[in-house]
């Protein structure tokens, strides 16, 4: 599919939002390129979900403009072929037994209907994609109302000129998968020459499945027709007293006479008590001091980690012109993140991170946001003692990182980039969008403590140099206030790009991809690897990936690759390395890969999936979970001061038993 867009911006007001028009296919739209605030009810606005069941077709194999030419998003979509129902959040690959779905390469295609309330008439209406895979187009009655490219990250446009009052109402969504040269991630495409003729499939060098369709939250929603667009805060703390600097921006029409808006603030504790009233006089941009705040630590950094308060901003829009007010309560966690040559500290505390690599991702639903798979895996995270994990390899739900914010887990935040590699400009270009969208969607979360620019690029191609310099200045030109790191994963002597990160993040597998079976070269590999990261960049340095698969269930003895004994042998060796390096006083965080196993594209070195789990697909201990949680809370034992579960030990006798 060819999309050709052509995009320009036009500043309604200054303070105002501004949008961004679109030409695709000769028709002009109009998204909103202002704030993403999550969709919240208030006393000014309304949320309503359109999650549940869909219809859905693929294009034809053969034909993939076929929707366009018939114009599909003119009818329902079930009046122009035989439809299939599938659920929305979820990603379509695992929902049928059709090989054809699972492997489909191209445009797919959803729609449902909706009513929308008759009180909705005095708002605007707006129609929000938590995350689509890989580009999605949205019609709105047949409308094109939006389109946006890059997976993971929220999108939304102003429905209200096209949105029926007492009649129904129809969304349809085209999704195309395909990845190529310049999309974040890149895709490739092979030939193959089969019984029915020659096939293009899609080739990528990424290893998770390339999950696609609708993967989170929809959500219809008002606002006042002058509204919150966007609210950034920034903390800070002085003596006991906490700092929140807020900056508030407006959406909406306002004529060109109004002495514009205003807004004042409240803040509430968790509890919801006000503890700062009417504060800023009005002002869209304020400071507020907190006295004796509570701070947002990390979990067992405090006994009572992740708080957060409430700001409650009411916007005010003047009465002679509007009369009309707009609510939203953003959560605020107060802290302070610093970083040095050789340590990150929150709120002044050197932190020592230990933590996962994830995959946003699970059996049936593959990257479909499901609740209980939140709630599940911060669970075990807590249990194992962990304290951190990375977004590897993309942006991870809203509802995800709401949940990190609340338990005071650290993130790592990583946008989309993976093995990065044919560097182009119109690429760079893609790679700094997929960061400003991240960095405009999770800039308020305290358990963001770092962006990541990318996983596994090719740092030491021609070109990456210049490349990754523009990345990182795009992001500290966005966000000064947090330190920047990447995975690496070339070696240290031909790395081009380290200089460019506050903190170095390599992954390197010794005794799987290096020398596989030999545990016995971890320890020296990978004291002298970190080291030798330290001395060329000055740098704290983190191994940010090691690991080896793991069939759950198999036994070998001694220990012997794939076997349960072998996950568990490597990761005593690195244990051996991590403390080592602990002593050097520049090392600051382990993170095994992965949390739990999960689904790839197929290989011959892949067993249903990526089996570096900890945990299984269905989030069962292996023997290396109950390892790694002595080690995790020993760790918290000694740097945080806290006393370990008393249920980490079987009975053996009275003597070893206390
Ligand atoms: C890596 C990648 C990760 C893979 C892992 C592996 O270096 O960053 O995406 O899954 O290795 O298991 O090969």
Known sequence: MNLFCRMWSSFMLPACIYFIIITINGIQCRISAGGILYPKESESRDVRTLDGIWNFRLSPENDHLTGFRERWFQKDLSQTGEVIPMPVPASYNDITQDKNIRDHLGLVWYDRTFFVPEVWRQNLVWLR???????????????????????????QADITAVVKFGAKNRVTVAVDNTLHQTSVPQGYFTELHTHNGTKVVQTYTFDFFNYAGIHRPVHLYTTPSVYIDDISVHTDVRGDTGIIKYNVTYGGRLRASSQGPSCYVDLLDRDGNYIIRDAGS????????????????????????????????????????????DTYRLPVGIRTVEWSNSSILINGRPI??????????CELRGKGLDYTLIVKDHNLIKWVGANSYRTSHYPYAEEIMDFADKEGIIIIDECPSVDTENFSPALLEKHKDSLSELIRRDKNRPSVIFWSLANEARTHLNGADAYFRAVSEHVRRLDPKRPITMALARGVGEDRTGQYLDMIGFNRYNSWYVHAGRTEI???NVVAETSAWHQKYNKPIMLMEYGADTLAGLHLYPDYVWSEEFQVEMMSKHFEAFDILRQQGFFVGEMIWNFADFKTAQSTTRVGGNKKGIFTRNRQPKNSAHYLRKRYWALAEELDNVIPPKNMDHYITSKTHH
């Open 352 to 361: 020592y991170m230990r933590g996962f690599g994830q995959e946003e991702e």
């Open 129 to 155: 994609f938590g995350s689509v895979h890989y580009t999605a187009q949205v019609w709105v009655n047949g409308h094109l109302i939006m389109s946006h490219e890059i997976g993971h990250l929220p999108f």
């Open 282 to 325: 009005g002002r869209l941009q304020g400071e507020l001091e907190v006295p004796v705040a509570r701070l947002w630590w990390p979990y067992l950094m405090d006994p009572e980690p992740g708080y957060m308060y409430t700001l409650q901003v009411t916007g005010l829009l003047p009465i002679e012109q509007w009369g009309i007010e």
């Open 522 to 524: 971890i320890r020296n």
